[in-house]
């Protein structure tokens, strides 16, 4: 009747499952490659110190030092008493007061470091030198003969590494010649500078434009001479003023005004030649209304009211500060009184007076040079030198006491050479002999390093400024020095 059939499967795909499989997107996520890097490392450090001692052997005995010999034990008693006698006289003898152990080689007094150059191939001259209060740069001023066309002031840092000897570390260029430089004592980065037009001018190099400070400009209160020197002077409160003398026979003081970028007028002085102090030594007679034509100036290191000048004439004046005497010259419409500075004269040079120093150890010596070739060493108690030195057959212009030797001083002369005269010596012949080589290239300028005293710059009229160091016989004082000093400067005096 009824029987299995096995009849074929059917299957239904759903429609709502293909939809969503149609419209499932595809995502996926992978993270970036891990770098990785092993390093190793490893330190082997072993050190070994051993030390061994020789175990005394106990079957031997020990023995004692052996006595002194009786002999020697008698000799030693018989001349203690004469040994200890020549030592007490010993230790009161002055034999070895002036020995100085050489450690160096005797035969090199000075040695030549560098030779600057200057900051252009045209024929320049070096016109004046001077140390910063650091002693490690070194200002130096460039022009033609004392004229006024363009020139130069250029500085050198001697404590750089590499430095370029052709090549300044800074150049400030002049419109007209710089006839004086000189360095500020505590701030390294400023310097006072004359000018031929007779213009002062403070610069300062730690700016990286316009480096003039200050200046005078041309008023009636500057210079119309050309300015032969420049200093700066200690005022109140920690401050320090300019002093400038010029060939018109004015010596003025300068305060500083970097806020104005001026140079205000402190103070005048005017040299004029019938108020110069008559000396009793000497057959110079001052008259007439002229002015004294200053060539050169001083400070002294004791006195801050003292200061002396030099005159092309040869005149030798000791000057003050404090001075209340009226110049005897009309007023030329300056904004202060002209004061005539002059209270003592010394003996006369025959001819103009380039340089005069003060000793930093002597409150009464100094020294002054010209164009006689002689260097004279003057007490300013007494007119006449106390003693006159041959420098050169030719002009010194200028001379310096050493900073660290009493009795040492130099003199750049217009044969080219540097002299360096030790007073301590017997032989008043020079020590030593500082010379380039190169004849007829006058020495116009010098400076020793008061921070680095074994430095001594030397400008020449080639244009090159020599660095030479000093050997230690040159800069170490000796015992006796300053007695000797003080002997030399009483002796003529009483």
Same mark, same amino acid.
């Given at each position: 009747?009824?029987?299995?059939?096995?009849?074929?499967?059917?299957?239904?795909?759903?429609?709502?499952?293909?939809?969503?499989?149609?419209?499932?997107?595809?995502?996926?996520?992978?993270?970036?490659?891990?770098?990785?890097?092993?390093?190793?490392?490893?330190?082997?450090?072993?050190?070994?110190?051993?030390?061994?001692?020789?175990?005394?052997?106990?079957?031997?005995?020990?023995?004692?030092?052996?006595?002194?010999?009786?002999?020697?034990?008698?000799?030693?008693?018989?001349?203690?008493?004469?040994?200890?006698?020549?030592?007490?006289?010993?230790?009161?003898?002055?034999?070895?007061?002036?020995?100085?152990?050489?450690?160096?080689?005797?035969?090199?007094?000075?040695?030549?470091?560098?030779?600057?150059?200057?900051?252009?191939?045209?024929?320049?001259?070096?016109?004046?030198?001077?140390?910063?209060?650091?002693?490690?740069?070194?200002?130096?001023?460039?022009?033609?003969?004392?004229?006024?066309?363009?020139?130069?002031?250029?500085?050198?840092?001697?404590?750089?590494?590499?430095?370029?000897?052709?090549?300044?570390?800074?150049?400030?260029?002049?419109?007209?010649?710089?006839?004086?430089?000189?360095?500020?004592?505590?701030?390294?980065?400023?310097?006072?500078?004359?000018?031929?037009?007779?213009?002062?001018?403070?610069?300062?190099?730690?700016?990286?434009?316009?480096?003039?400070?200050?200046?005078?400009?041309?008023?009636?209160?500057?210079?119309?001479?050309?300015?032969?020197?420049?200093?700066?002077?200690?005022?109140?409160?920690?401050?320090?003023?300019?002093?400038?003398?010029?060939?018109?026979?004015?010596?003025?003081?300068?305060?500083?005004?970097?806020?104005?970028?001026?140079?205000?007028?402190?103070?005048?002085?005017?040299? #004029? #030649?019938?108020?110069?102090?008559?000396?009793?030594?000497?057959?110079?007679?001052?008259?007439?209304?002229?002015?004294?034509?200053?060539?050169?100036?001083?400070?002294?290191?004791?006195?801050?009211?003292?200061?002396?000048?030099?005159?092309?004439?040869?005149?030798?004046?000791?000057?003050?500060?404090?001075?209340?005497?009226?110049?005897?010259?009309?007023?030329?419409?300056?904004?202060?009184?002209?004061?005539?500075?002059?209270?003592?004269?010394?003996?006369?040079?025959?001819?103009?007076?380039?340089?005069?120093?003060?000793?930093?150890?002597?409150?009464?010596?100094?020294?002054?040079?010209?164009?006689?070739?002689?260097?004279?060493?003057?007490?300013?108690?007494?007119?006449?030198?106390?003693?006159?030195?041959?420098?050169?057959?030719?002009?010194?212009?200028?001379?310096?006491?050493?900073?660290?030797?009493?009795?040492?001083?130099?003199?750049?002369?217009?044969?080219?050479?540097?002299?360096?005269?030790?007073?301590?010596?017997?032989?008043?012949?020079?020590?030593?002999?500082?010379?380039?080589?190169?004849?007829?290239?006058?020495?116009?300028?010098?400076?020793?390093?008061?921070?680095?005293?074994?430095?001594?710059?030397?400008?020449?009229?080639?244009?090159?400024?020599?660095?030479?160091?000093?050997?230690?016989?040159?800069?170490?004082?000796?015992?006796?020095? #300053?007695?000797?000093?003080?002997?030399?400067?009483?002796?003529?005096?009483?």
């Amino acid at each position: 009747m009824f029987s299995d059939e096995t009849l074929a499967s059917l299957s239904i795909q759903p429609s709502w499952r293909t939809a969503q499989e149609s419209s499932r997107e595809s995502k996926g996520c992978q993270t970036q490659a891990v770098h990785s890097c092993q390093v190793s490392v490893q330190v082997r450090s072993t050190s070994a110190a051993f030390t061994q001692t020789q175990q005394p052997d106990p079957s031997v005995e020990r023995q004692d030092d052996p006595p002194p010999s009786p002999g020697l034990s008698e000799f030693l008693r018989r001349v203690e008493g004469l040994v200890t006698l020549e030592l007490l006289k010993n230790s009161r003898s002055h034999a070895f007061d002036d020995h100085r152990v050489q450690w160096e080689d005797g035969s090199q007094p000075v040695t030549c470091l560098h030779r600057l150059q200057p900051p252009s191939e045209e024929e320049l001259e070096v016109t004046c030198v001077s140390w910063s209060c650091t002693g490690a740069v070194i200002a130096c001023s460039y022009g033609r003969d004392w004229n006024s066309d363009k020139s130069y002031v250029c500085t050198w840092n001697l404590d750089r590494r590499n430095v370029s000897l052709k090549q300044a570390d800074q150049v400030i260029d002049v419109p007209t010649g710089v006839t004086a430089l000189c360095c500020h004592p505590e701030r390294p980065a400023i310097i006072a500078g004359g000018l031929y037009n007779g213009e002062v001018v403070v610069w300062d190099t730690s700016r990286a434009q316009d480096l003039v400070l200050a200046q005078t400009g041309m008023s009636t209160d500057s210079h119309r001479e050309p300015v032969y020197q420049v200093k700066w002077v200690p005022l109140q409160k920690k401050e320090f003023g300019v002093l400038s003398a010029c060939s018109g026979g004015r010596v003025l003081l300068w305060t500083l005004d970097s806020e104005q970028n001026q140079l205000v007028l402190h103070a005048a002085y005017a040299l #004029m #030649m019938q108020q110069v102090p008559q000396s009793s030594s000497s057959s110079f007679k001052a008259g007439g209304s002229s002015a004294v034509g200053i060539t050169s100036l001083a400070l002294s290191h004791w006195d801050p009211d003292t200061f002396l000048v030099g005159s092309e004439a040869g005149l030798l004046l000791r000057c003050s500060f404090s001075s209340q005497t009226l110049a005897a010259t009309p007023s030329d419409g300056e904004s202060v009184t002209l004061r005539a500075p002059a209270v003592f004269s010394f003996r006369p040079s025959t001819g103009p007076i380039h340089a005069i120093h003060c000793s930093p150890f002597h409150r009464n010596v100094f020294v002054s040079a010209g164009t006689d070739g002689l260097a004279h060493l003057h007490s300013l108690l007494q007119t006449d030198p106390l003693l006159s030195l041959r420098v050169s057959d030719s002009y010194v212009f200028e001379v310096q006491w050493s900073p660290t030797r009493p009795l040492v001083f130099a003199a750049a002369t217009g044969q080219g050479d540097v002299q360096i005269f030790d007073l301590s010596r017997r032989s008043l012949k020079p020590a030593a002999t500082i010379d380039h080589g190169q004849t007829g290239q006058a020495a116009t300028c010098l400076s020793f390093n008061s921070q680095n005293p074994r430095l001594l710059a030397v400008g020449k009229t080639d244009g090159t400024v020599g660095i030479w160091q000093l050997s230690s016989h040159l800069t170490e004082q000796i015992p006796s020095e #300053m007695d000797q000093l003080e002997h030399m400067a009483t002796q003529a005096a009483e």
